[in-house]
């Protein structure tokens, strides 16, 4: 019983320590990518839910991240209308946002409702000058970016032409889901699990409550046996 | 003593516990629109908005500033150079901070918390904290020139507001005039 208290103490002792100088150590950013540890944790990963093509590039909505092609962009986004190529690279669409990116994905800046943006965007295309539009709650928007304009547009809707959406390939599906995957967890998060006994589910915190009242008995009666030899 | 007016210890703790929660409360609903912080800088005249674009020597002060590389490759402002306003979105912990900064000359002359997306760490919108900003301004190494002090339980907002504000004073001195 000794051996095994003193196998939890130091287990509880080390990941408490660690845990105590996680935000130093920047565990609560760094994330489990073993596939063998995530699916302990069965982690049931999102499939992506819409994807828009323009040229050479592509964008992905998976949960509440959208990536640029394989690439992961900064922010998280409740859902994606559409995706367009433009003279400075493309312009991904939200329901309430605009993502101005370069033709390496880079974000160049995110404009939504301080610039004045239209919400309920719904979809966005060009009409036959080139000039962007956008679908929203107030009806067909010209969107000037340079000036950050956004006036009724007078195109006729059969000269508009829309970001459509299209099935991901499987391969590049996959990926994105991998690597969405390897961002759920944190190594706080498994360090706190393991701490607590949560990493065995129930049982670990049955199992670890066992073993804290059993460190208060054995402090307990180790007082109690020091005491009555020193009597 | 009347058994009427006995205190009794659980329910003082509960209300206790009650009273100290609410604060939480309110933070989680804290909002300021953007456009509602903008007409109060500017008392309903909206200027033009323009950019300033973090690119050459930019990119490595303001990874510097920021302690991390920017998520964005321009800036957007409000004014001109004697008196600009400028809304920045920095992580505290995990969630976006969209904090607001008004730089007059060289000087902030306000900086508010817009919206507060964290858990914790929500006193950085409070005035108390907020007035140690008015009147500074950056020195070498855009640090501030004067030292913020910090709030128990805050660390990382707090550090998050400073950097926006090193930030904004730092591009501020790329407005064209």
């Given at each position: 019983?000794?051996i ?5 103490v ?5 990941s ?8 130093a150590?920047?565990l ?11 699916s302990w ?14 040229g ?9 991240a ?12 409740s859902d ?6 433009t003279e ?10 605009l ?45 000037d970016l ?10 006729p809707?059969?000269?508009l032409?829309w970001?459509d959406?299209?099935a ?5 599906s ?9 961002s759920?967890?944190s ?5 706190l ?16 409550d066992?073993m804290a ?19 | ?16 516990l009650?009273a ?28 033009a908005?323009n ?8 990119k ?14 321009r800036?957007?402002?409000w ?40 858990s ?19 020195k ?10 910090g709030?128990?339980?805050a660390?990382?907002?707090?550090k998050?507001m400073t ?6 004073l ?8």
């Amino acid at each position: 019983m000794g051996i095994v208290s003193a196998l939890f103490v130091i287990l509880l002792s080390f990941s408490g320590l660690i845990l105590h100088h996680s935000p130093a150590l920047n565990l609560d950013n760094q994330f489990i990518s073993s596939s063998r540890l995530l699916s302990w944790y069965e982690i049931e990963v999102p499939t992506i839910k819409i994807q828009y093509r323009a040229g050479q590039h592509g964008v992905r909505l998976i949960a509440e991240a959208i990536y640029f092609d394989s690439d992961r962009l900064p922010g998280s986004f409740s859902d994606l209308k559409g995706f367009v190529a433009t003279e400075f690279g493309y312009v991904a669409a939200t329901s309430n946002q605009l993502l101005l990116l370069t033709d390496t994905g880079e974000v160049i800046e995110v404009l939504g409702r301080v610039n004045l943006l239209p919400t309920g965007i719904s979809r966005i295309g060009r009409d036959a000058a080139g000039r962007l539009v956008l679908q929203t709650a107030m009806g067909i928007i010209d969107a000037d970016l340079d000036g950050l304009r956004w006036t009724p547009s007078t195109s006729p809707a059969s000269e508009l032409s829309w970001s459509d959406s299209t099935a991901p390939q499987a391969q590049l599906s996959a990926r994105i889901r991998a690597d969405y995957a390897a961002s759920l967890v944190s190594w706080e998060r498994l360090l706190l699990d393991i701490h607590s006994g949560r990493i065995l589910g129930s049982l670990g915190v049955v199992l670890v409550d066992l073993m804290a009242l059993l460190f208060m008995l054995m402090a307990a009666s180790g007082v109690w046996i020091w005491s009555r030899r020193r009597n | 003593m009347n058994a009427k007016f006995k205190i009794k210890p659980l329910r003082v703790l509960l209300a206790l516990l009650l009273a100290l929660s609410i604060p939480l409360v309110i933070a989680s609903d804290d909002f300021i629109a953007p456009e509602e912080f903008l007409a109060s800088v500017f008392t309903g005249n909206l200027p033009a908005s323009n950019t300033v674009w973090i690119s050459g020597d930019k990119k490595e002060i303001v990874e510097d500033i920021l302690g991390h590389r920017p998520a964005f490759l321009r800036v957007r402002y409000w004014g001109n150079r004697d008196r600009s306003a400028w809304i920045v979105d920095e992580i505290g912990k995990t969630e976006p901070i969209t904090i607001g900064v008004v730089i007059v000359g060289k000087q902030i002359e306000e900086i508010k918390v817009l919206a507060f997306r964290e858990s914790r760490g929500w006193e950085i919108k409070y005035e108390f904290f907020t007035r140690q900003f008015d009147g500074v301004h950056i020195k070498d190494s855009q640090r501030l020139s004067r030292s913020i002090d910090g709030i128990s339980g805050a660390t990382l907002s707090v550090k998050a507001m400073t950097n926006v504000s090193r930030l904004a004073l730092y591009l501020a001195e790329f407005i064209s005039s």
